[in-house]
């Protein structure tokens, strides 16, 4: 079973940034947090992780917060090709993903 | 850097018969996982290889196989199709080893449609 909660749905206005909430109480220490997104008709897309600390790439931000229950995935300035379903997951080294049901992210222009 | 492919992209089939999905892994990586994700759902879990070997699988019923080759590539087959087979089948491949985090890389997808 998935061991991660996200909202059914958020919606973001285009250029505008984004913060989507994944908690995760039961995250054991080698956990890693996952992100991937999934847009329409395609495979998952690979997004960011992250272990204690905040990650950056040129995707997102993981904001990880200090007793990892909780984290947050930021895209700074949404497009409409964001619009995705955006999955966080927990996952150790070497273990498959579990996905579960994830955020369906809409962006209006 | 090639990424993950998958062939072929659509597929038809009737109840009973049985299939053959294929995955070339990303340049670099030893380690192909197949997952089934039906209409509305996340993905499943079904399987993973790594280095020709079954190295982990989910619940589902052994007319679900697989095979990876020593170029890495794969093969999901299921037999004995049913119409609840019919779902977009994922292949993600990773490295495991020494200083990897194991990050997975998905493939469009096979859809498959079982009548």
């Known amino acids: 079973d998935a061991k991660t909660t996200q909202p059914n749905s958020m919606e973001s206005n285009e250029e505008e940034p984004v913060h989507l909430p994944c908690n995760h109480s039961?995250?054991?220490?080698?956990?890693?947090i996952h992100w991937y997104r999934q847009l329409p008709s395609q495979g998952p897309e690979y997004v960011i992780h992250?272990?204690?600390s905040n990650v950056n790439n040129r995707m997102a931000s993981l904001a990880i917060a200090e007793d990892r229950k909780s984290s947050t995935l930021i895209l700074h300035r949404a497009t409409l090709r964001d619009a995705a379903v955006y999955y966080c997951?927990?996952?150790?080294?070497?273990?498959?993903?579990?996905f579960g049901p994830g955020t369906r992210l809409s962006v209006l222009p | 850097e090639t990424g993950v492919t998958q062939s072929p992209t659509h597929l038809i089939k009737t109840r009973g018969q049985q299939v053959t999905l294929r995955c070339s892994s990303q340049?670099?990586?030893?380690?192909v996982s197949w997952y089934q994700q039906a209409l509305g759902q996340g993905p499943q879990f079904i399987f993973q290889?790594?280095?020709?070997?079954?190295?982990g699988r989910g619940n589902f019923p052994p007319r679900f196989s697989g095979l990876q080759f020593p170029n890495y590539s794969s093969e999901l087959n299921v037999n004995a199709l049913e119409l609840d087979d019919s779902a977009l089948y994922l292949c993600?491949?990773?490295?495991?080893?020494?200083?990897?985090?194991?990050?997975?890389?998905f493939g469009p997808g096979t859809r498959l449609t079982v009548l």
């Open positions: 039961t995250i054991s220490g080698t956990d890693y």
């Open positions: 992250g272990l204690t």
């Open positions: 997951i927990l996952r150790s080294y070497g273990q498959n993903f579990v």
């Open positions: 993600a491949s990773s490295y495991q080893g020494l200083a990897s985090t194991d990050t997975q890389y």
């Open positions: 290889y790594y280095r020709e070997e079954e190295n």
């Open positions: 340049s670099g990586h030893n380690t």
